[in-house]
């Protein structure tokens, strides 16, 4: 069946523009997930959604960071105001959630950002 | 705080031989770990979890995992490595939900 899909696969951006990023998960999963991984910071997590309840937005490093997830399938991570540190690739993942809360996540292939 | 190290960047190793990639995890209660697996521009890719039970786990591509409670370790191991595993491996442990990753393995298999 089909996996993760994200798009775009490659963003480059000027300083200063807003970005959004989209996420497809996987038919019936749950859960899903926002990670980010960078050189320098290696893989980070951003925020999480569970079904209708609150999403855990911890990871999110700062308040130019944004998701929501529509109808409990698609997300959208939107970045404003971006920054050159902001660029790396956005990973989503999703996972089974519902009566197998230990469920392996499964990644898309990611988006490269680079803010020029 | 839960918090997972790998401590070598790099595991250079001869095609055949036996491989192993350390990690080491830092968590209150029981752990859940994980490792995955990055080919180059691809995303990440599950191998194995270690849930409960039986301490080692086997996982996709021949890989398998020993947990250790008294050493708080989670050691991915093969036994004869192919040049095609060479990639990144990331080990992880599951903290309220999501995932916390350790730096990263880079994996080099010489013919």
């Known amino acids: 069946g089909a996996g993760v899909s994200q798009s775009p696969s490659n963003k480059v951006t000027e300083k200063g523009k807003d970005v959004e990023l989209r996420c497809d998960p996987i038919s019936g999963h749950t859960a899903l997930y926002w990670y980010r991984q960078s050189l320098g910071q290696g893989l980070e997590f951003l925020i999480y959604?569970?079904?209708?309840?609150?999403?855990?937005k911890s990871g999110l490093p700062s308040d130019r960071f944004s998701a929501e997830r529509t109808g409990g399938s698609v997300s959208t991570l939107t970045i404003q105001r971006t920054q050159q540190e902001d660029s790396a690739v956005y990973l989503c993942?999703?996972?089974?959630?519902?009566?197998?809360?230990?469920?392996?996540?499964?990644f898309g292939p990611g988006t490269r950002l680079t803010v020029t | 705080a839960q918090s997972v190290a790998q401590p070598e960047d790099q595991v250079n190793v001869a095609e055949g031989n036996p491989l192993t990639v350390k990690c080491t995890y830092s968590v209150s209660g029981n752990p859940y770990l994980f490792w995955y697996v990055q080919y180059p521009n691809r995303g990440l890719q599950f191998l194995l979890k270690?849930?409960?039970?039986?301490?080692l786990v086997k996982g996709s591509y021949g890989f398998e995992a020993e947990f250790n409670k008294s050493q708080t370790s989670f050691h991915l191991k093969k036994p004869s490595a192919l040049v095609s595993d060479s990639a990144l491996y990331f080990c992880?442990?599951?903290?309220?939900?999501?995932?916390?990753f350790g730096q990263g393995t880079t994996l080099q298999v010489k013919p």
């Open positions: 992880a442990v599951r903290a309220a939900g999501k995932l916390i």
């Open positions: 270690y849930i409960t039970g039986d301490n």
């Open positions: 959604f569970q079904g209708n309840s609150a999403p855990d």
């Open positions: 993942a999703s996972s089974l959630a519902r009566g197998d809360r230990l469920a392996e996540q499964y």
